[in-house]
């Protein structure tokens, strides 16, 4: 197995929609309405990633395993108003179901620490579903804090 982390491109925007779209369905399935989860569509996530090169405050990242996105990363500036300015936040970190327990999270992880490091960013913040004990489960270098808050759920 043959792992490389680089920076997203705009022709690797349908995998990265297509990972997104299958993550939520299975992750968020019995958390988030099913009918939303039914409604995903690849083509419409592809259309709102293709956007997001126009972000030159954010990074996107993907993981590849043999040639074949496997799942990204998503990180920039924090969205929370009383954030420090040096304060980061790991926007979101996708893997396709297939490649869960692949070492996948922590490249991408690893990957995106080091940049938001190397542009002066000291402390980064990660939002989860309270009920994605996945998500919750594989942030052994997160301090949980118990902050809350309520957000509108969009993929």
């Known amino acids: ?6 920076d997203a491109t705009p022709d ?9 779209v299958a993550s939520w369905q299975s992750t968020y399935k019995g958390i988030v309405p099913q009918e939303f989860l039914d409604t995903m569509s690849v083509d419409d996530s592809a259309a709102r990633w293709m956007r997001s090169f126009s972000r030159t405050t954010c990074k996107l ?15 920039g500036y ?22 869960i327990q692949r070492g996948v999270g922590q490249a991408l992880w690893k990957n995106a620490k080091e940049s938001l490091a190397s542009i002066g960013y000291t402390h980064v913040i990660v939002w989860v579903l309270k009920e994605n004990l996945q998500a919750i489960g594989s942030t052994e270098d997160w301090l949980a804090t118990g902050r809350c808050r309520k957000d509108d759920c969009y993929p």
């Not at 690797?12 to 997104?20: P, S």
């Not at 990242?61 to 990180?75: F, Q, R």
Request: glycine share 2%; hydrophobic share 50%.
């Open 12 to 20: 690797d925007v349908h995998a990265i929609a297509e990972i997104h």
């Open 1 to 6: 197995m043959s792992m490389l982390v680089r």
């Open 61 to 75: 990242i993907v993981a590849e395993i043999d040639d074949v996105i496997v799942g990204w990363c998503y990180s």
């Open 78 to 99: 924090c969205r929370d108003d009383d954030a420090h300015p040096t304060t980061a936040e790991l926007w979101a970190i996708y893997i396709h179901p297939n490649a």
